[in-house]
T-cell receptor, first 110, second 114 residues
Framework: LAKTTQPISMDSYEGQEVNITCSHNNIATNDYITWYQQFPSQGPRFIIQGYKTKVTNEVASLFIPADRKSSTLSLPRVSLSDTAVYYCLVVGGSQGNLIFGKGTKLSVKP | NAGVTQTPKFQVLKTGQSMTLQCAQDMNHNSMYWYRQDPGMGLRLIYYSASEGTTDKGEVPNGYNVSRLNKREFSLRLESAAPSQTSVYFC?????????????FGSGTQLSVL
């Protein structure tokens, strides 16, 4: 399984766009990239999943370059309620060993 | 549709006591997982069950046992609790195929071992 590396923390202000980058140099051909959001005292919540190029949904966008060795989660115009920990996971093969890293703690300030 | 249900929500144990954390999902998912999360830390995988009848170790299996009772239920047992097992425990489930990588989490069990 590909190991992921993310910044430990990030600060932003309301209304700004936030980009969180995850490195996954050992990603395999069949692997997908997924992102989760976790609020305090809650379990993580799936945000978005992608394989290559760009994926967008109502919550975020996910940018994946051609070499797929990294990915960037983009949150447009963040609000205070986007303060959370964001996890990048690389998943694939026989489903099972889904490893979360330490995640990125995003703090949004007024 | 309750999703993933964990019981109990809170538990206090003394060192050496045993207990079982229960998890049930009503989404007909094949795969189920147990994670633990220590304060200020990410989630660590304890055990998982890719399908009914199978279980496998994750990152931190020592001190735990699991049972995939049926497709709906996946329990986690602490045979002899230790203070190092004080943590929040999350159960999750997912389907195979399609959005196979979307994990659905329960609300967690906060366990304190004194």
């Amino acid at each position: 399984l590909a190991k992921t590396t993310q910044p430990i923390s990030m600060d932003s202000y309301e209304g700004q766009e936030v980009n969180i980058t995850c490195s996954h140099n050992n990603i395999a051909t069949n692997d997908y990239i997924t992102w989760y959001q976790q609020f305090p005292s809650q379990g993580p919540r799936f945000i978005i999943q992608g394989y290559k190029t760009k994926v967008t949904n109502e919550v975020a966008s996910l940018f994946i370059p051609a070499d797929r060795k990294s990915s960037t989660l983009s949150l447009p115009r963040v609000s205070l309620s986007d303060t959370a920990v964001y996890y990048c996971l690389v998943v694939g093969g026989s489903q099972g060993n889904l490893i979360f890293g330490k995640g990125t703690k995003l703090s949004v300030k007024p | 549709n309750a999703g993933v249900t964990q019981t109990p929500k809170f538990q206090v144990l003394k060192t050496g006591q045993s207990m079982t954390l229960q998890c049930a999902q009503d989404m007909n998912h094949n795969s189920m997982y147990w994670y633990r999360q220590d304060p200020g830390m990410g989630l660590r995988l304890i055990y998982y069950s890719a399908s009914e009848g199978t279980t496998d170790k994750g990152e931190v299996p020592n001190g735990y046992n699991v049972s995939r009772l049926n497709k709906r239920e996946f329990s986690l047992r602490l045979e002899s609790a230790a203070p190092s097992q004080t943590s929040v425990y999350f159960c999750a489930s997912s389907e195979v195929g399609g959005r196979a990588w979307e994990l659905f989490f329960g609300s967690g069990t906060q366990l304190s071992v004194l």
